[in-house]
């Protein structure tokens, strides 16, 4: 179908613009931005007045829950509250039920995303087999199989001659490592982080050092062995510097955080509010403003939703028992502009953490509004105010510690390849 959008304000991260403009879109792609093309008929017009339109957002953390897992969450829901959210790409981490560490299901998930026309889904594969941190799993398969890069999920790897024989197999085929800073002992049993909330609360509490022991292990492996490192979820100010010192000194490292981090820390745990109980858990106020300044500084290269939904009956339970996440597709872009707006951060700047750069990790070209492009632009009125609530979410997991809260910036239309996917 050919689209017109009229009214709007174009905004392009990458040569960190925006500018009033039309945008024509025909067969799927941007064919014009300004002036229509010669003879262009639009088949639908939508007035993107008092709005921003954008690249479609890009996650570089979203669980789905399938296969294994759809009492949690499914397919159809997860990626309706993703366009819902703007995103039009995600990736899936492999700690599924059974994990993606064979083709066959890799294949299936890709599959059944394609049905669904929503957003674009990228499978990460399991590093080791069933994510047991003892075998390494099939990588040239489950490359072929369509996985963007191989991960533990959640599952740290406490051998570390087998991490370091992941990393040099990943380095010799050219594979990315994507891995969470978390070392297996330090994090045992621990719910809440070390400091004065979680003695105060008698919380089992998780050091910092179960991050930065981790990261200086990941960071002197990859500098080893070549491999492509991409640190997932850094947590605390320590792991900032460490990254901030690794790029001084030349090594090419990515990094990403969840969005939850950026705006709570371990005082919004409050009396044992199991809607905080995430994974890594929120860190101190300096932990947290450090994270702030590195997204800002771009030390951290993308935010991502870390979008992991649980069920009701796994939080209504003591806090140390209730299971770690909380839903992020649908407050990823607003809590980004929230998080813009009140550390100055101008917005072109601001969206290139959610769109070009997880691209660029992604080994994709940056979304951009330009002619030509892909036709994946998510359409947000950044004035409008929506309060989060239970009824207005469309993930199956509805838990989410910003339930209540009121937070800028409603997604009107999201489109991927030139269809609307999400809008009146």
């Known amino acids: ?47 993107a ?13 979203a669980r789905l829950r399938e296969p294994g897992l759809e009492h949690k969450a499914t397919l159809d829901s997860e990626l309706r509250a993703a366009v819902a959210g703007g995103i039009t790409r995600l990736a899936c981490p492999p700690d599924t039920d059974p994990p993606l560490d064979e083709p066959g299901l890799v294949e299936m998930l890709r599959q059944r995303a394609r049905a669904a026309r929503l957003a674009h889904v990228h499978p990460v594969g399991a590093l080791t087999m069933k994510l047991g941190g003892a075998m390494l799993a099939e990588m040239g398969e489950l490359a072929d199989a369509g996985c963007v890069a191989y991960s533990q999920g959640d ?23 994507w891995l969470r800073p ?3 002992h330090l994090v045992r049993g621990g719910v809440a982080h070390e400091g004065e909330i979680s003695t105060r609360l008698g919380l089992a509490a998780i050091p910092s050092c179960a991050e930065t022991v981790a990261l200086a292990t990941l960071l002197a492996l990859a500098r080893e062995t070549g491999a492509r490192l991409h640190v997932q979820r850094l947590s605390t100010a320590e792991g900032v510097a460490m990254i901030r010192e690794a790029r001084r000194n030349g090594m090419p490292v990515t990094c990403d955080v969840g969005v939850h981090h950026l705006h709570l820390c371990d005082v919004d745990i409050g009396w044992f509010d199991s809607q905080a109980r995430l994974d890594p858990p929120l860190r101190s106020t300096r932990d947290r403003a450090a994270l702030r ?11 991502c939703s870390d979008h992991a939904p649980v069920d009701d009956d796994a939080k209504l339970v003591p806090f140390g028992e209730a299971d770690a996440g909380a839903t992020g597709l649908e407050l990823l872009l607003s809590l980004t502009l ?15 953490r959610v769109t070009s750069a997880p691209a660029g990790v992604l080994g994709l070209p940056a979304p951009r509004p330009v002619a030509g492009s892909t036709a994946d632009l998510t359409i947000v009125a950044p004035r409008e105010y929506w309060v989060v609530r239970r009824g207005s979410l469309r993930s199956q997991g509805r838990n989410t510690p910003f339930l209540g809260h009121e937070l800028p910036g409603r997604v009107r239309w999201t489109l991927v390849d030139g269809e609307v996917v999400f809008g009146d």
């Open 182 to 184: 978390q070392d297996a």
């Open 338 to 352: 929230k998080w813009a707006a009140e550390d100055g951060v101008a917005l072109p700047v601001a969206l290139s």
């Open 49 to 61: 007045s008092s709005c921003l339109v954008l690249p479609g957002l890009v996650d570089l953390n």
């Open 293 to 303: 300044a590195g997204l800002a500084d771009g030390t951290i290269d993308a935010v």
């Open 155 to 177: 599952v740290p790897i406490a051998d570390t001659q087998v991490l370091l024989r992941a990393m040099q197999y990943a380095a010799t085929f050219g594979h990315r490592v």
């Open 1 to 47: 179908m050919r689209i017109a959008i009229h009214g709007g304000r174009v905004v392009d991260p990458v040569e960190r613009v925006e500018r009033a403009a039309s945008v024509w879109i025909d067969g799927g792609r941007i064919v014009a931005v300004g002036e229509a093309p010669a003879g262009f008929v639009a088949g639908r017009t939508i007035d």
